[in-house]
């Protein structure tokens, strides 16, 4: 099935941008997922969505994740989003590479995987049934799917609701992994017959930013990415307002402009049978 067309369109258009403004994934969801493997090293790892490489980054840099993987295979078919890949990640660690797949076809032989991660992006799958058995397919027996999200946390400040406020009103239907319409997964036949429950874990966690980071964040996003270039000014405008304001603002170090940014950051963990 083709990507979602907000998804193609808008992360091709911001794909350095991307790279750029969106946080990494913290260390402590790292080994939480570490813990969750079984399987002896080295391992195989999948990771479908990849996008510009900000968690294989994060995953080949952490200190239990170094040594303990054989090959690292990425899929990802936004062309832009992979030129930025290889720019970051694949040049520099050779068991490391990046292809053009989607959900439901990544190319990977069956059962290779020890390990399969979606980072950020389950919620664009556009058929959950098809991607599910795809999963299954290429893990082997025992192998685990882990699904990751970091998400602004409205509840943790005022200005971050009024943030998200302000921008999510441009969604306009697609599915976004706030909606939840992701855990359809679960109930797909295709899941039920080849993993077991779920696990889910989360954190919150603070993440420094500024002014420009999160303005820049917004403008990562594919549907702001696709808005015309006035309509991504007033909203520039008036997101600068709403952090002048800073209801609710916990200063890291208010004479450089840094502060805390809210996050959540979910792990859902599951095992094929």
Same mark, same amino acid.
């Given at each position: 099935?083709?990507?979602?067309?907000?998804?193609?369109?808008?992360?091709?258009?911001?794909?350095?941008?991307?790279?750029?403004?969106?946080?990494?994934?913290?260390?402590?969801?790292?080994?939480?997922?570490?813990?969750?493997?079984?399987?002896?090293?080295?391992?195989?790892?999948?990771?479908?969505?990849?996008?510009?490489?900000?968690?294989?980054?994060?995953?080949?840099?952490?200190?239990?994740?170094?040594?303990?993987?054989?090959? !690292?295979?990425?899929?990802?078919?936004?062309?832009?989003?992979?030129?930025?890949?290889?720019?970051?990640?694949?040049?520099?660690?050779?068991?490391?590479?990046?292809?053009?797949?989607?959900?439901?076809?990544?190319?990977?032989?069956?059962?290779?995987?020890?390990?399969?991660?979606?980072?950020?992006? !389950?919620?664009?799958?556009?058929?959950?049934?098809?991607?599910?058995?795809?999963?299954?397919?290429?893990?082997?027996?025992?192998?685990?799917?882990?699904?990751?999200?970091?998400?602004?946390?409205?509840?943790?400040?005022?200005?971050?609701?009024?943030?998200?406020?302000?921008?999510?009103?441009?969604?306009?239907?697609?599915?976004?992994?706030?909606?939840?319409?992701?855990?359809?997964?679960?109930?797909?036949?295709?899941?039920?017959?080849?993993?077991?429950?779920?696990?889910?874990?989360?954190?919150?966690?603070?993440?420094?930013?500024?002014?420009?980071?999160?303005?820049?964040?917004?403008?990562?996003?594919?549907?702001?990415?696709?808005?015309?270039?006035?309509?991504?000014?007033?909203?520039?405008?008036?997101?600068?307002?709403?952090?002048?304001?800073?209801?609710?603002?916990?200063?890291?170090?208010?004479?450089?402009?840094?502060?805390?940014?809210?996050?959540?950051?979910?792990?859902?963990?599951?095992?094929?049978?």
């Amino acid at each position: 099935m083709p990507v979602h067309s907000v998804a193609a369109n808008g992360f091709n258009t911001a794909n350095e941008l991307y790279d750029r403004a969106r946080p990494s994934y913290q260390p402590v969801a790292l080994s939480y997922i570490r813990s969750a493997v079984k399987t002896a090293d080295p391992i195989n790892v999948v990771e479908v969505g990849a996008g510009t490489g900000i968690f294989t980054r994060a995953f080949i840099a952490h200190p239990e994740w170094t040594c303990a993987f054989k090959e !690292l295979r990425a899929i990802e078919p936004s062309e832009g989003m992979r030129d930025v890949f290889n720019k970051t990640v694949s040049s520099e660690h050779g068991s490391v590479s990046v292809a053009d797949g989607t959900f439901e076809e990544t190319h990977v032989e069956d059962g290779w995987a020890d390990l399969v991660v979606i980072a950020q992006a !389950l919620h664009w799958a556009p058929d959950f049934g098809h991607a599910t058995e795809e999963f299954g397919r290429i893990l082997k027996p025992g192998g685990v799917l882990v699904f990751i999200w970091n998400l602004e946390d409205r509840d943790a400040a005022k200005w971050v609701a009024q943030v998200r406020d302000r921008v999510e009103q441009y969604e306009g239907g697609v599915p976004q992994y706030r909606l939840g319409l992701w855990r359809q997964i679960f109930d797909t036949a295709q899941y039920q017959k080849a993993f077991e429950a779920p696990q889910e874990k989360c954190w919150s966690i603070p993440l420094p930013a500024s002014a420009d980071i999160v303005i820049d964040r917004v403008r990562s996003k594919s549907y702001i990415a696709l808005l015309p270039d006035e309509e991504k000014a007033i909203v520039k405008e008036d997101l600068a307002r709403i952090l002048k304001k800073g209801d609710g603002k916990v200063w890291i170090n208010e004479s450089e402009g840094i502060f805390e940014y809210p996050y959540k950051v979910d792990v859902v963990v599951t095992r094929r049978k």
